[in-house]
């Protein structure tokens, strides 16, 4: 019997519908989106600011270094950066009435200050989580095992009765090493449909 389903959220829940406003800084300063995302999500600077080990700040300002982007261009870059992201708002309905039945999470990858930065984009995403887990608040991150442990000890559940959904396969593939039914995310209609036939067979 699944007893609890949860939930990336870059990727899954936030994802990035208009490309324009990144693609402008990559026109601006003559890099390629891949560089300037792969600074972003993939570096050693992520990783430390996903455990909690730099600021966001932090972060932003090396990855402006790496790429030969003025410093004092900070707010325009992270916004611009971030503009083409928004929110699945009818995913988080439909998270909020599995909460109805079972218990429901968000983990996820993220620096210190995401916690913030989503209430004041997007509004609280509260109403459809048990646990919301952003890893720098806990030093911990995916795909290592500890956070998935950490998430199960809240959620009350045994490995093989969560479900976890990411866009990562890396991620989902960590998951599955414990012991979690892992959903590759690649669109809501695909990865609720996973979710539901992994629920009906209990």
């Known amino acids: 019997m699944i007893k609890a ?24 300063y003559g890099i ?12 050693r600077s992520t990783e430390d600011a996903e455990k909690g080990l730099k ?3 932090e972060h932003y300002l090396t990855a402006m270094a790496n ?28 998270i909020a009435d599995y909460r109805k039945t079972m218990k429901t999470g968000l983990l996820s990858n993220a620096m210190k200050g995401t916690r913030k930065s989503i209430e ?22 995916k795909p290592n095992p500890e956070i998935y442990h950490h998430i ?16 990562l396969l890396d991620n989902v593939e960590g998951a599955n090493r414990v012991g979690i039914h892992g959903v590759h995310f690649k669109n809501p209609d695909q990865a609720i449909a996973e979710v539901e036939a992994l629920i009906a067979a209990g």
Not at 68 to 94: H, N, Q, S, V
Not at 120 to 141: K, L, N, Q, T, W
Not at 152 to 160: F, I, M, R, T, Y
């Open 32 to 43: 390629s989106r891949k560089d300037l995302e792969g600074e972003l999500f993939f570096s």
């Open 5 to 28: 389903v949860i939930f990336d959220m870059g990727g899954v829940l936030i994802r990035t519908v208009d490309h324009t406003p990144r693609l402008s800084i990559c026109d601006r």
């Open 67 to 94: 790429l030969g982007i003025p410093a004092e261009e900070e707010k325009t870059f992270t916004d611009l950066f971030w503009g083409g992201d928004r929110m699945d708002y009818d995913l988080l309905d439909k």
């Open 120 to 141: 004041e984009r997007f509004g609280s995403i509260a109403y459809a989580f048990d646990y919301v887990i952003f890893s720098a608040e806990i030093g911990m991150r």
């Open 55 to 57: 600021t966001d700040q």
């Open 152 to 167: 199960l000890e809240l959620v009350d559940a045994k490995p093989e009765e969560a479900i976890f959904v990411d866009d």
